[in-house]
């Protein structure tokens, strides 16, 4: 039996989970958190570049349950992307190098938005730039557009070679892309940083300091796959991103540093696969989630996620999934002598 959700909002605008499970109601728990100006139903957020354009979905969640959909990254124009192959399996993980194939802004608008909002999404647009005007154009147009509740700057791509993650390697070009960006548009900036720097907490302050409303994180890990008995590269582009939960444990331990660093709101992504994974990057940090390879596993995820988190509030009598929010305790544990 597929497990319906579905949120009521009370007078004072907090959104509390029931979950119907065919024998009756659990406790109220209040899910929803805040990303700068924007409120969210719950943390649970579809990652971008996983979740199509969140309409081909529509057949395995409710997206209106959801706390938000980042749509697959948009350029100004459409864009091919890399040839096949553009996906490969690895250990616990996946490498792709899709080359943020896309149908372009205006396209989108036109062709998805309007289901989008007659489903009642909350839409995070993932938006790329070649250059730095590319990103400014794409939040001028959006800005005017009806449905787009906060913008996600993607300066991290791993496997195209101009624009983004040009920006996302460079703290003074991460901090000039945010900046730019925020001088045309009122909607919520959230950068998506890079794993591949050798420090994400300074690109998250730099993210900060030129007024980011939050910061997303981890972006895939640049990696490569051979296939030995040609001794070829198994992608078309040679390196591509992996993800998946083989990644999950640094992932984690960056949205830790990233959280110390900087009072903004942190999204933490990578490799979640069940309620105790996202609950592991929200007590170490993370005001929200994305889960992104999971749907490829299991499209059916979501309910599961939500009802894992709302057993794991009640037990822990956690009245507000934001209190829960970095509270790990890294305080010295006792010694305990064990004897011989």
Known sequence: MLVQFSAARISSGISLGIWDVGFGAWDLTDLSVEIGSLRLQNPLIAASGCFGY??????????????GVAVKGLFLKEREGHPPERIVETPSGMLNAIGLQGIGVHRFIREKLPELRRLRATVIFNICGSTLDEYVELARILSDADGVAALELNI???????GGITFGC??????????????????????????????????????????ADAVSLVNTFLAMAIDIETRRPKLSNIVGGLSGPAIRPIAVRMVYECRRAVKIPVIGM?????????????????????????NFVDPFIWPKLLGGIDDYMRRHNVAR?????????????EKQWISS
């Open 270 to 294: 990578g490799g979640i696969a069940s309620a105790r994974d996202a609950l592991e990057f929200i007590i170490a940090g993370a005001t929200a989630v994305q889960v992104g390879t999971a």
């Open 321 to 333: 999934i934001a209190d829960l929010v970095g509270t790990i305790d890294t305080t010295a544990r």
């Open 170 to 211: 460079s703290l003074h070009g991460t901090f000039d892309v945010v900046s730019a960006v925020k001088k045309v548009t009122s909607l919520p900036i959230i950068p998506k940083l890079t794993p591949n720097v050798t420090d994400v907490a300074s690109f998250a302050r730099a993210s900060e300091d030129a007024g």
């Open 156 to 162: 991290s791509c791993p496997n195209i070679k101009e």
């Open 54 to 67: 969140g309409v081909e979905y529509t057949d395995a969640v409710d997206l209106s349950t959801l706390g």
